[in-house]
T-cell receptor
Framework: DAEITQSPRHKITETGRQVTLACHQTWNHNNMFWYRQDLGHGLRLIHYSYGVQDTNKGEVSDGYSVSRSNTEDLPLTLESAASSQTSVYFC?????????????FGQGTRLTVV | GDSVTQMEGPVTLSEEAFLTINCTYTATGYPSLFWYVQYPGEGLQLLLKATKADDKGSNKGFEATYRKETTSFHLEKGSVQVSDSAVYFCALSAGSYQLTFGKGTKLSVIP
């Protein structure tokens, strides 16, 4: 079965370190997204990609970067981790055909910056 | 810009009670509307959807009707179960492939 997987599931890192969260999907979807989930804010879009070599900034992109070298993967990098980036991160993908854009989500990565 | 407003919880109900979670939206263009559910420790999964006015999405006993005149997409279930305890997110997609989410409503169902 097709799926979307995130790794690691849990990560503790120190302030100032570079951290990369992995996202891998086997749906062969063109669209991939990174969200962060915080209490009182719901899900907010960090970065997204509509295809290989395409990346775009979302609502809360400062301090994050992504790259898309193939269809399956969209790693999220925190350039210099800050305590404000402690959050649960979700990766999602969608086929994006027409107006019906159901997204499939990974199980999330809980990141703690100390 | 696009936005989704949903009632903030938490909501606590007894088993077999009626559930309504309100959701209203603001969007440019003609959005598709979704309800996603997040069970404890898991990612989000699509619960139901509607892509045009007056469409009714339904799944697992949950229903929501796309009301363009009131820009609403309220989630309802006639008789909730303990297993329905989760966080529910209303979302829209309008003209792009991105989803805009509400803040989520935590539902707890007690026996």
């Amino acid at each position: 079965d097709a799926e979307i997987t995130q790794s690691p599931r849990h990560k503790i890192t120190e302030t100032g370190r570079q951290v990369t969260l992995a996202c891998h999907q086997t749906w062969n979807h063109n669209n991939m997204f990174w969200y962060r989930q915080d209490l009182g804010h719901g899900l907010r879009l960090i970065h997204y990609s509509y295809g290989v070599q395409d990346t775009n900034k979302g609502e809360v992109s400062d301090g994050y970067s992504v790259s898309r070298s193939n269809t399956e993967d969209l790693p999220l990098t925190l350039e210099s981790a800050a305590s404000s980036q402690t959050s649960v991160y979700f990766c999602a993908s969608s086929a994006g055909q027409g107006r019906y854009t159901e997204a499939f989500f990974g199980q999330g990565t809980r990141l703690t910056v100390v | 810009g696009d936005s989704v407003t949903q009632m903030e919880g938490p909501v606590t109900l007894s088993e077999e009670a009626f559930l309504t979670i309100n959701c209203t939206y603001t969007a440019t263009g003609y959005p598709s509307l979704f309800w996603y559910v997040q069970y404890p420790g898991e990612g989000l999964q699509l619960l139901l959807k509607a892509t045009k006015a007056d469409d009714k999405g339904s799944n697992k006993g949950f229903e929501a009707t796309y009301r363009k005149e009131t820009t609403s997409f309220h989630l309802e279930k006639g008789s909730v179960q303990v297993s329905d305890s989760a966080v529910y997110f209303c979302a829209l997609s309008a003209g792009s492939y991105q989803l805009t989410f509400g803040k989520g409503t935590k539902l707890s169902v007690i026996p």
